[in-house]
C-alpha cells in the first residue's frame, strides 16, 4: 500500500503537538494535583485540561509516529543513525561539515544535513514519546495512585530536555528559512 506523501498530515500533527504543550505546561503547573487534598474548583478544572490536552497528544504523537514510519522505509535507521557504523560516519561528516559552515556564518544546504537532521528529529521523538507515554500510563492507571505520582517525577524528567529540543529545533528551521533553503519543498 502506497502512503500520501504530502506534507499535509506532518504540518497539522506538528502543529497540534506544538499548540499543546504551552496548554501542557500551563495547566501542570496551576492545577490541582490528584494526589494533593486540594479541591478548587479552578485546581480540577486545569487538572482536567492537562488530562484531557494530555490524551489528544498521546494520540497525535501516536499519529505522527505512523506518518513518519509510512514515510521512511527504515524508520529506526533513520531517526536513530548513530546506532550503526554507516549512519555514525554520515553523522559525524556532517556534524563537521555544519560545524565549518556555522563558523563562517553560513547555513549547510538541508542536502548536506539529512542524517543530523534526522538524529535530532529522533532525539525530540524520544523526549516527546517518553513525555506521553509515561502520562498516557499514568492516566491508565489512575493519577491519584502513589505508582502515578512516582512516573509523573519520571514524566517531569522528560519536560527539560523536550523543551531544549523545541527550541533548538525551531530555531533551526527558521534559520533554514531565512536562508532560503525550502523545507517542505520535497515529499
Given at each position: 500500500m502506497e502512503f500520501p506523501r504530502s506534507r499535509t498530515a506532518l504540518v497539522a500533527l506538528h502543529a497540534l503537538i506544538i499548540g499543546a504543550i504551552p496548554l501542557q505546561w500551563l495547566s501542570s503547573e496551576?492545577?490541582?494535583k490528584p494526589w494533593s487534598d486540594e479541591q478548587s474548583v479552578?485546581?480540577?478544572l486545569l487538572f482536567s485540561v492537562h488530562y484531557w490536552s494530555?490524551?489528544?497528544t498521546f494520540a497525535a504523537f501516536a499519529a505522527l509516529v505512523?506518518?513518519?514510519?509510512?514515510r521512511h522505509?527504515?524508520?529506526?535507521?533513520?531517526?536513530f543513525p548513530w546506532l550503526h557504523a554507516a549512519g555514525r560516519q554520515q553523522l559525524v561528516a556532517e556534524l563537521r561539515h555544519t560545524a565549518g559552515e556555522l563558523a563562517q556564518w553560513r547555513m549547510p544546504a538541508i542536502t548536506q544535513t539529512r542524517h543530523l537532521a534526522a538524529a535530532v528529529e529522533g532525539f525530540g521523538l524520544s523526549m516527546l514519546g517518553g513525555m506521553v507515554c509515561s502520562g498516557g500510563l499514568i492516566a491508565l492507571i489512575g493519577p491519584e495512585t502513589n505508582l502515578a505520582?512516582?512516573?509523573?517525577?519520571?514524566?517531569?524528567?522528560?519536560?527539560a530536555p523536550l523543551l531544549a529540543y523545541l527550541g533548538v529545533h525551531g530555531g533551526a528551521a527558521v534559520l533554514h528559512h531565512r536562508a532560503g533553503h525550502r523545507l517542505f519543498a520535497e515529499p
Open positions: 496551576l492545577m490541582a479552578r485546581g480540577q494530555g490524551i489528544s505512523t506518518v513518519l514510519c509510512f522505509p527504515r524508520p529506526f535507521a533513520h531517526f505520582h512516582q512516573i509523573g517525577e519520571i514524566h517531569e524528567i522528560f519536560f
